[in-house]
């Protein structure tokens, strides 16, 4: 293989990497601040599955945008 290769796969496996943490953070931050308002109003899983479901619907949001940027600039 040559370098060109090389760096189209590394490339690849930076964007795989990245989109994995961008989705994991987004649902951590969104269950760990649900988490904080629960305690904070004593609502036990009623904001943190709110937040939960945020995070998640904010992470596929983020990898959409992020693909689609991509994409783009091809």
């Not at 036990?44 to 904010?58: D, K, N, S, T, Y």
């Amino acid at each position: 293989m040559d370098q060109k290769e090389w760096r189209k796969i590394l490339q690849a496996v930076s964007l795989v990497t990245y989109l994995g943490l961008l989705m994991v953070v987004s649902i951590g931050i969104g269950y760990f601040l649900g988490s904080k308002l629960d305690e904070l109003l004593t609502t036990e899983p009623v904001f943190m599955i709110a937040g939960l479901l945020v995070g998640v619907a904010a992470g596929f949001y983020s990898v959409y945008q992020v693909i689609k940027g991509a994409f783009d600039d091809d």
